[in-house]
């Protein structure tokens, strides 16, 4: 089992920066691959990022504005997001899978972020 829990989230004007964090526990934390997906209203839920072993994956909607980091020591997965944009309004959620496996088994509890134009 792991246990997700997202931090981070809020109001910010189009421009701007936020950085999400999730902290997880529960088991090894290197062993596993980390997401952060989004939701807004009336939309379908995101893949925006995800991290493994050596290698990340953004989404075209992100890509070159948002970075995904992680701290296995800490075992904390991060998201910066820069250049905000409206149209990144949603519930972020941090999500956990093993490697070698495409189900996303795990998942937070979600951090608004909120972009005003």
């Known amino acids: 089992q792991v246990q997700l829990a997202e931090s981070g989230g809020g109001l910010v004007q189009a421009g701007g920066s936020l950085r999400l964090s999730c902290a997880a526990s529960?088991?090894?934390?290197?062993?596993?691959?980390m997401g952060w997906f989004r939701q807004a209203p009336g939309k379908e839920r995101e893949l925006v990022a995800a991290i493994g072993v050596g290698s990340t994956y953004y989404a075209d909607s992100v890509k070159g504005r948002f970075t995904i980091s992680r701290d296995n020591a800490k075992n904390t997965v991060y998201l910066q997001m820069n250049s905000l944009k409206p149209e990144d309004t949603a519930g972020y959620y941090c999500?956990?899978?093993?490697?070698?496996?495409?189900?996303?088994?795990?998942w937070g509890q979600g951090t608004q972020v909120t972009v005003s134009s």
């Open positions: 529960g088991r090894t934390f290197s062993g596993i691959v």
């Open positions: 999500a956990a899978r093993q490697i070698g496996y495409d189900n996303w088994n795990y």
